[in-house]
């Protein structure tokens, strides 16, 4: 397998990372909406990789390396022994979500299928039961990593192409199929859990009505105080939702708030918040932040098992919450990545509005918000 990091910016154009990034199969690229809505990089990348499958969404941030910015980046992949396909599918709304999710699986499903990396719209999805759709077609034995799109804490619109200039309410899937790829997986937060457990009462989906039988949004705006409280649903961000099933105490995840209801005093999270489970307020902290991102790292280079010590790419998708809190200190996390990648894995990846990856623990693939998760790809010798 080969890969070429490619940037881009206003006064430049595209610039490669010094060799000549031809005959490449699949292209990634990354960007903020501004510089991706007019569908023009999209279009030179097709020009310049007239054979491979140019697939990209809207981010919160890009990350290249050791650094962090807003300025557009792709990876273009050469592989030797790996077939490739594309689906894709428009998703309309949450409730469209599994069935996008299905489609998606059967399109990529196969008997050597060895992986699936996604990339969905950020704000028209129901993230947990797009993964469900996806997952129970392709089976719980096939990874299946990515990312939503962000729009940095905009939250107005977010975008995703597939062989096409990026679109709204749209989900991309690259399928890896074959003996040779290798694909490890890892993902991990880093955010301490503060006040009191309350159970989950009333709730739809990723919708959440009612926790303790109190309107969930009047909970919430007593916490964060008067000032935050009229920054929702973009100073949620700062303080994610730990949910967690009483019969199953290892399946805990993450939750974001994407939008708020004031009249119905209601909260959207990118995934489901199910009734019965239990929840608690979290804040971050950097140390712990900068080593659930290296935790992350360190489970994705082992997932490569024999093929650790090749040159491969990772792709890291970490949450616009994160970046918002850590600030100046967000570099912490990448180069906390990067140190447990080594130095023949390139990395690039984008701040996202929600994080697709195998729990850690149950080994179950789920939609996680506020994590760093970490996807390595590489082929067999």
Same mark, same amino acid.
């Given at each position: 397998?080969?890969?070429?990091?490619?940037?881009?910016?206003? $006064?430049?154009?595209?610039?490669?990372?010094?060799?000549?990034?031809?005959?490449?199969?699949?292209?990634?690229?990354?960007?903020?909406?501004?510089?991706?809505?007019?569908?023009?990089?999209?279009?030179?990348?097709?020009?310049?990789? $007239?054979?491979?499958?140019?697939?990209?969404?809207? !981010?919160?941030?890009?990350?290249?390396?050791?650094?962090?910015? *807003?300025?557009?980046?792709?990876?273009?992949?050469?592989?030797?022994? !790996?077939?490739?396909?594309?689906?894709?599918?428009?998703?309309?709304?949450?409730?469209?979500?599994?069935?996008?999710?299905?489609?998606?699986?059967?399109?990529?499903?196969?008997?050597?299928?060895?992986?699936?990396?996604?990339?969905?719209?950020?704000?028209?999805?129901?993230?947990?039961?797009?993964?469900?759709?996806?997952?129970?077609?392709?089976?719980?034995?096939?990874? /299946?990593?990515?990312?939503?799109?962000?729009?940095?804490?905009?939250?107005?619109?977010?975008?995703?192409?597939?062989?096409?200039?990026?679109?709204? #309410?749209?989900?991309?899937?690259? #399928?890896?199929?074959?003996?040779?790829?290798?694909?490890?997986?890892?993902?991990?937060?880093?955010?301490?859990?503060?006040?009191?457990?309350?159970?989950?009462?009333?709730?739809? #989906?990723?919708?959440?009505?009612?926790?303790?039988?109190?309107?969930?949004?009047?909970?919430?705006?007593?916490?964060?105080?008067?000032?935050?409280?009229?920054?929702?649903?973009?100073?949620?961000?700062?303080?994610?939702? /730990?949910?967690?099933?009483?019969?199953?105490?290892?399946?805990?995840?993450?939750?974001?708030?994407?939008?708020?209801?004031?009249?119905?005093?209601?909260?959207?999270?990118?995934?489901?918040?199910?009734? #019965?489970?239990?929840?608690?307020?979290?804040?971050?902290?950097?140390?712990?932040? $900068?080593?659930?991102?290296?935790?992350?790292?360190?489970?994705?280079?082992?997932?490569?098992?024999?093929?650790?010590?090749? *040159?491969?790419?990772?792709?890291?998708?970490?949450?616009?919450?994160?970046?918002?809190?850590?600030?100046?200190?967000?570099?912490?996390?990448?180069?906390?990545?990067?140190?447990?990648?080594?130095?023949?894995?390139?990395?690039?990846?984008?701040?996202?509005?929600?994080?697709?990856?195998?729990?850690?623990?149950?080994?179950?693939?789920?939609?996680?918000?506020?994590?760093?998760?970490? !996807?390595?790809?590489?082929?067999? $010798?």
């Amino acid at each position: 397998m080969q890969a070429h990091q490619l940037s881009w910016s206003p $006064a430049g154009g595209w610039r490669a990372d010094g060799s000549d990034p031809v005959g490449a199969d699949l292209v990634l690229y990354f960007g903020l909406r501004s510089a991706l809505a007019d569908g023009a990089r999209y279009h030179e990348l097709r020009d310049m990789f $007239a054979k491979a499958h140019v697939v990209g969404c809207s !981010t919160g941030g890009q990350i290249v390396n050791d650094d962090v910015s *807003d300025e557009l980046t792709a990876i273009a992949l050469r592989f030797d022994r !790996t077939r490739l396909r594309l689906a894709y599918e428009a998703v309309p709304g949450p409730e469209q979500s599994r069935r996008c999710g299905e489609a998606i699986g059967q399109r990529l499903a196969d008997a050597d299928l060895a992986g699936v990396f996604i990339l969905s719209d950020g704000l028209s999805v129901n993230g947990s039961e797009l993964v469900a759709g996806v997952a129970n077609v392709i089976g719980p034995g096939v990874p /299946l990593t990515g990312g939503l799109a962000g729009d940095s804490a905009l939250f107005e619109e977010t975008l995703v192409g597939a062989d096409c200039p990026p679109r709204r #309410g749209q989900v991309a899937a690259v #399928g890896f199929y074959g003996t040779a790829i290798r694909m490890g997986h890892g993902s991990a937060g880093g955010w301490d859990e503060f006040g009191p457990r309350r159970r989950i009462t009333r709730s739809t #989906g990723n919708v959440l009505y009612e926790l303790d039988a109190e309107p969930a949004l009047d909970l919430y705006e007593r916490y964060l105080g008067e000032e935050d409280a009229r920054g929702l649903p973009g100073t949620a961000l700062l303080f994610p939702l /730990l949910i967690r099933d009483p019969e199953h105490h290892d399946q805990a995840v993450v939750r974001t708030i994407l939008a708020i209801d004031r009249e119905n005093r209601s909260m959207t999270f990118a995934g489901d918040v199910p009734e #019965g489970w239990v929840a608690q307020l979290m804040h971050g902290n950097f140390d712990r932040l $900068a080593a659930g991102a290296a935790e992350a790292a360190r489970q994705a280079r082992h997932g490569l098992g024999q093929a650790y010590d090749s *040159d491969g790419v990772a792709v890291l998708v970490s949450c616009i919450g994160r970046r918002l809190l850590m600030e100046q200190r967000v570099i912490d996390e990448v180069e906390a990545a990067g140190a447990e990648l080594g130095s023949r894995i390139r990395r690039v990846g984008f701040y996202s509005y929600g994080e697709i990856s195998p729990h850690g623990n149950a080994g179950v693939c789920q939609l996680h918000n506020q994590t760093m998760t970490v !996807t390595t790809l590489t082929e067999a $010798a």
